[in-house]
């Protein structure tokens, strides 16, 4: 019996640590969803600002992004436009708003989907 006494201790100690690390995963995972709710539209459309002004050196006209990162590649979708040409769509992917964003800055060109 003494020896369960000794052990109780580490059990409560692995089972608090468990606890804290689910809670943690849980509240990343939940608050990047929020977060791309929130702020993901926005995020990706001041990327796309700055890549246009930086890179194609364009004003835009209109422009349009994914708030959801739906294939977790660190992107999303945009469709915009420029001042020089309006009638024309143009796409794009930029940074997602979450962690991928912080390492993803900017844009790129729309990878194809091969599924």
Request: hydrophobic fraction near 40%; charge should be neutral; aromatic fraction near 10%.
């Amino acid at each position: 019996m003494s020896g369960l006494r000794g052990s109780l201790p580490l059990l409560i100690l692995v089972g608090v640590v468990v606890v804290v690390i689910g809670s943690g995963i849980f509240l990343l995972t939940a608050g990047r969803g929020l977060g791309q709710f929130l702020f993901g539209r926005a995020y990706a459309e001041g990327e796309l600002r700055g890549y246009a002004a930086s890179v194609l050196k364009e004003e835009l006209r209109g422009s349009s992004c994914q708030p959801f990162d739906t294939d977790n590649n660190g992107y999303v979708s945009c469709d915009f436009t420029v001042a020089s040409q309006p009638n024309v769509t143009r796409s794009l992917e930029c940074a997602a708003w979450g962690f991928e964003g912080l390492i993803n800055r900017g844009c790129r060109t729309r990878l194809p989907n091969f599924q």
